[in-house]
């Protein structure tokens, strides 16, 4: 079945530095990624909605300058922590839609536990 | 907005015993609903869904039925086995194309 790689799937970094994740999709072209966060205990939360090609969209409350995406191929977007936070500490997964399943179809990478210091 | 809101875990079950996670939601249309299961290590991967009210979605002996009338999809199982434990996430989808929205998931631990 269709694969999403997520590196790292976990990191710990000092606090002022920046962090970069990278989502892969290793047998389909994926038009469309979403990035989600998750602190403990809570939902899973859309951070924003990268197409390929184009600026993301960023959820209310998400800083864009904080928290960079690039989708700049069908099948790589990567979200930069920068100037990461001991609040930043969180979850981090994407997932990115099948362009040739009619859209329809999501797949996940693994996640991302980001410990900053 | 829409809302996704399942039992609090962690749940630790015995093998063989009856497995029920609840999940009811908030929405403002028809959502299409879903259960994800991320196994340790792995990404989350889709276990069933129901597009509609009535509908029973079901994998792997799971099953979860759309309820309209109580805005809930419960997942069950008769009798889980160790294999299963993993985090189990309730999700909906207001329409085609937007992004689901989550419970915070539940995590089941099965023990021998």
């Known amino acids: ?109 693994s996640g991302t536990q980001l410990s900053v210091l | 907005g829409n809302s996704v809101t399942q039992m609090e875990g962690p749940v630790t079950l015995s093998e063989e015993a009856f497995l029920t996670i609840n999940c009811t939601y908030t929405a403002t249309g028809y959502p299409s609903l879903f259960w994800y299961v991320q196994y340790p290590g792995e990404g989350l991967q889709l276990l069933l869904k129901a597009t509609k009210a009535d509908d029973k979605g079901s994998n792997k ?16 199982k008769g009798s889980v086995q160790v294999s299963d434990s993993a985090v189990y996430f309730c999700a909906l989808r207001d329409s085609g194309n937007t992004p689901l929205v989550f419970g915070k998931g539940t995590r089941l631990s099965v023990i021998a």
């Open chain 1, 1 to 109: 079945g269709a694969v999403v790689s997520q590196h790292p799937s976990r990191v710990i970094c000092k606090s002022g530095t920046s962090v970069k994740i990278e989502c892969r999709s290793l047998d389909f072209q994926a038009t469309t990624m979403f990035w989600y966060r998750q602190f403990p205990k809570q939902s899973l939360m859309l951070m924003a909605t990268s197409n390929e090609g184009s600026k993301a969209t960023y959820e209310q409350g998400v800083e864009k300058d904080k928290f960079l995406i690039n989708h700049a191929s069908l099948t790589l977007s990567t979200l930069t922590v920068t100037s990461a936070h001991p609040e930043d500490s969180s979850f981090y997964i994407c997932s990115a839609r099948d362009r040739g399943d009619g859209g329809q179809k999501l797949f996940f990478g």
């Open chain 2, 61 to 76: 002996g799971f099953e979860a039925t759309y309820r309209k009338e109580t805005t809930s999809f419960h997942l069950e």
